[in-house]
């Protein structure tokens, strides 16, 4: 069983179109994340929900907003697409807040034309 | 921002020597953690050191933490092929942050 599954795996789309990209973990773990990774690879923190409540809220553009509708989903929306938002996107988990171990999917590919 | 920076940002060895990837990073932290990732895959945890730890092992791993120099190394030993991956690590600083940042990565190809 896949402890932490994204989909889609890949994201086509021109400018301008909103998309999304579902997240669900199967480890019971309290906190869920989004991370962005550039083309450079670096990662970097956009969200974390505990149990359904909103704890970091990175300098992200507010055309992405996430929604957790329990501790097991965590979903990420992005409107009115732009190039710059073309890069891999991880949805992770962790038991705690606390910065322990992250647990991550597979990642969702996003291409914007 | 950015809190770790892994040295060196490639490293290419022959199947059965051992690698040693660095770590440096700013501010104090409460642990320190280092990721795998295989191209086109998620980042897999290998191991996390405490503030208060200088040195743990897991299988063929190694990882020191000096928190003096502000500074980690992971220590594969005997790689196999299997192990080229780029490798992270990643910093949960101080002071209730839950945010755990990620350095620039590493690349690590084991040549058979």
């Known amino acids: 069983d896949t402890a932490v599954s994204q989909t889609p795996k890949y994201l086509v789309t021109q400018m301008g179109n909103d998309k999304s990209i579902k997240c669900e973990q199967n480890?019971?773990?309290?906190?869920m994340y989004w991370y962005k990774q550039d083309s450079k690879k670096f990662l970097k923190i956009m969200f974390s929900y505990n149990n359904k409540e909103l704890i970091i809220n990175e300098t992200v553009p507010n055309r992405f907003s996430p929604k957790s509708p329990d501790k097991a989903h965590l979903n990420l929306h992005i409107n009115s697409l732009e190039l710059g938002d073309s890069a891999v996107y991880f949805c992770?988990?962790?038991?705690?807040?606390?910065?322990?171990?992250?647990?991550f999917g597979e990642g969702s590919r996003l291409t914007v034309l | 921002s950015q809190q770790g920076e892994e040295d060196p940002q490639a490293l290419s060895i022959q199947e059965g020597e051992n690698a040693t990837m660095n770590c440096s990073y700013k501010t104090s932290i409460n642990n320190l953690q280092w990721y795998r990732q295989n191209s086109g895959r998620g980042l897999v945890h290998l191991i996390l050191i405490r503030s208060n730890e200088r040195e743990k092992h897991s299988g063929r791993l190694r990882v020191t933490l000096d928190t003096s120099k502000k500074s980690s190394s992971l220590l594969i030993t005997a790689s196999r092929a299997a192990d080229t991956a780029s490798y992270f690590c990643a910093t949960a600083p101080q002071g209730g942050s839950e945010k755990l940042v990620f350095g620039k990565g590493m690349k690590l190809t084991v040549n058979p």
């Open positions: 480890l019971g773990h309290d906190t």
């Open positions: 992770a988990s962790s038991r705690f807040k606390n910065t322990g171990e992250l647990f």
